[in-house]
């Protein structure tokens, strides 16, 4: 073959697409180190950034000549450092809880929605639908002066009332019992749509063996849903980490601030160092970035089930 | 048979009766808690939206009916919010949706490494809002910053020129809407990619047949086969972009950069209740109509498949 033909060869490859396909190699490739940059370059200068001195940082390099852990000691061993612990901690208990919370009582109601007939069974789903998709602000006032006062529980619409809290500002508990009011919603939306998923016939072959709904319900739906339960669990957990809104008019004192909240305050009024902030930026986003690196496959399979927020 | 029941119709009838009573014994704990701190709460709000309530003058609250909305038709911020966030709203979901698309296109070919590329674009979505918006606040530091260094070394800017890129609220709006293109394109990227998948290799391989490009079978093949995905997911991010409030409130002090900050400052700093709520319930109204819109073309799009 002449060096013409070859080299003809290889262009024709890298130019002309696959018949099945619609990007010819080479501009795929451009393409690729485009988003790539797009994508990581933003986040490689938050690391870079939480690497390096003060000194550096305000000189404007963006990349280190010496690397140096001295932010995240500082994070976790200097003056602000038992807040820093806290909030990690709040953070924690508040998105553990409300995962809990939410798929214990979560579940029953999907396992109704999608399997068992009743009438009112549409309205009830977009009743679900439209809760999960309204913003925070269309609650957040009448649930302000519900923590201020204490939560009650009765029957709402009436003075009818069997104990109260007491009020939960600056408590944990106050983001929980909010947090719960989009979280609900979207894990029930979720559930449901898996529990729709599982065979009808494994069901009906356990009724026809005289197992009850309510046996069939633990040993076949749930168990076979286990992957949409998980799913729903992850996406509950990481919205109720990144949450903002609710935190910040509801948390004053480090008894009960998350992570964002924490975060947002190394660049505050008081203070502006973007190395602390850096640092502390990475460790918050530390978590969720791993769980959906690893987790990627329940990731996408939630996101493609609809409804999720942006 | 054992047990012969008196009649199968009445079986019927009273299993499906037990089904119901079984449906709303699972139904009651949710149905009850989001009662408590949703529905309520919705509901109190539209009706604090009807009355002069202010918590620092907690001797005057009174009825005023449609008084609250009134004055916010005729208040200039409002207006000047509502503004920004259409302008946020509309540009950020169009960008969004041309980068998904096409990283969405890139994504979908076979070539090594697909599950790297296919990770590395989770990352933006993956880190928290408040922690991208104060990544972006320190990209775009005048000086030190990242975007001032980039354009220095590259000599587009002059080395004695020196900009404030958040200087005022109207170009605050621009670099809000990098930073939330950035962090949320993998969404739509995801949502499209789905969608792609589904598209037969088949139908390109007739369009290359008939001598189709990339142009060509983009505008015959992909784009019609895609348009149900790409018409729930924009109605998606619109739903969920018109509400943008955490991550102005790292850019900017300045309220009237979105209806919902507006609301917020209204709410829990100057503690105007009934003016808030009034402001909150207009969104709501809002964000009802595209929910509306967007359950149709759910239900169409399952009707299709």
């Given at each position: 073959m002449s060096n013409t033909t070859l080299r003809r060869g290889i262009g024709r490859r890298l130019f002309r697409a696959k018949p099945t396909e619609l990007i010819p190699p080479f501009y795929l490739w451009i393409g690729l180190a485009l988003l790539c940059v797009f994508t990581l370059a933003?986040?490689?200068?938050?690391?870079?950034?939480?690497?390096?001195?003060?000194?550096?940082?305000?000189?404007?390099?963006?990349f280190p000549k010496k690397f140096t852990l001295i932010n995240y000691r500082q994070l976790f061993g200097g003056p602000g450092a038992l807040d820093?612990?806290?909030?990690?901690?709040?953070?924690?208990?508040?998105?553990?809880v409300t995962t809990a919370f939410t798929i214990l009582i979560g579940v029953f109601a999907s396992y109704a929605l999608a399997r068992?007939?009743?009438?009112?069974?549409?309205?009830?789903?977009?009743?679900?639908?439209?809760?999960?998709?309204?913003?925070?602000?269309?609650?957040v006032v009448p649930l302000y002066m519900m923590m201020r006062d204490g939560v009650t529980v009765g029957i709402p619409f009436t003075d009818i009332v069997w104990f109260r809290t007491p009020p939960l500002l600056n408590t944990v508990w106050a983001l929980i019992v909010s947090?719960?009011?989009?979280?609900?919603?979207?894990a029930v939306w979720m559930m449901t749509g898996y529990f729709k998923n599982v065979p009808k016939e494994m069901e009906e072959a356990a009724f026809v063996d005289g197992s009850g709904r309510f046996r069939t319900m633990f040993t076949i739906v749930f168990p076979l849903a286990m992957p949409g339960i998980a799913a729903t669990s992850i996406f509950t957990f990481l919205t109720a980490w990144d949450e903002f809104m609710f935190a910040s008019s509801f948390t004053q004192t480090y008894a009960s601030k998350t992570l964002p909240i924490a975060v947002s305050e190394f660049v505050g009024k008081h203070s502006l160092d973007w190395g602390l902030m850096t640092a502390a930026g990475f460790i918050a986003s530390l978590p969720p970035v791993l769980i959906s690196l690893f987790l990627y496959r329940y990731i996408v399979g939630g996101l493609t089930a609809g409804g999720v927020k942006g | 048979m054992a047990r012969i029941s008196p009649s199968p119709r009445l079986g019927l009838l009273n299993r499906k009766r037990k089904d119901t009573l079984f449906a709303i014994l699972l139904l009651l704990p949710t149905v009850y808690v989001l009662c408590k701190v949703f529905i309520y709460p919705i509901y109190q709000s539209a009706?604090?939206?009807?009355?002069?309530?202010?918590?620092?003058?907690?001797?005057?609250?009174?009825?005023?009916?449609w008084g609250n909305y009134l004055e916010l038709l005729k208040n200039h911020d409002f207006w000047v919010s509502i503004d920004r966030t259409f302008y946020f709203t509309i540009l950020s979901v169009a960008a969004e949706l041309v980068?998904?698309?096409?990283?969405?296109?890139l994504l979908n070919q076979s070539f090594k490494g697909r599950t790297f590329f296919r990770g590395s674009i989770i990352v933006p979505w993956a880190l928290l809002t408040l922690v991208n918006g104060l990544m972006w606040n320190w990209i775009y530091q005048p000086g030190n910053g990242a975007l001032s260094q980039l354009l220095h070394r590259a000599h587009l800017l002059a080395p004695d020129q020196n900009p404030v890129w958040l200087g005022n609220s109207d170009s605050i709006m621009n670099f809000v809407i990098l930073a939330d293109v950035w962090k949320t394109t993998p969404f739509m990227t995801l949502l499209l990619l789905a969608g792609m998948q589904h598209i037969p290799g088949s139908l390109y391989e007739a369009a290359a047949m008939d001598g189709a490009g990339f142009w060509k079978k983009l505008k015959h093949v992909t784009i019609?086969?895609?348009?149900?995905?790409?018409i729930v997911a924009v109605v998606l991010r619109l739903i969920n972009a018109i509400r943008v409030y955490d991550i102005l409130t790292v850019f900017t002090g300045d309220p009237?950069?979105?209806?919902?900050?507006?609301?917020?400052?209204?709410?829990?700093?100057?503690?105007?209740?009934?003016?808030?709520?009034?402001?909150?319930?207009?969104?709501?109204?809002?964000?009802?109509?595209?929910?509306?819109?967007?359950?149709?073309?759910?239900?169409?799009?399952?009707?299709?498949?």
């Open positions: 933003p986040f490689a200068n938050l690391v870079l950034s939480s690497l390096m001195e003060k000194q550096e940082l305000l000189s404007g390099h963006l820093f612990v806290s909030a990690i901690r709040n953070s924690v208990v508040v998105a553990a068992i007939k009743f009438r009112f069974r549409s309205t009830a789903l977009f009743a679900i639908l439209a809760m999960q998709l309204l913003p925070t602000i269309s609650i947090y719960i009011t989009f979280s609900l919603p979207f | 009706v604090w939206s009807l009355f002069k309530y202010n918590l620092t003058e907690p001797g005057d609250v009174r009825f005023i009916g980068l998904g698309f096409f990283s969405a296109l019609p086969q895609l348009m149900p995905s790409v009237t950069t979105s209806v919902s900050y507006l609301t917020f400052n209204n709410a829990f700093r100057y503690f105007y209740l009934g003016r808030s709520s009034a402001m909150a319930w207009l969104t709501t109204l809002f964000i009802i109509l595209l929910i509306v819109v967007y359950m149709i073309l759910l239900r169409r799009n399952s009707d299709t498949d």
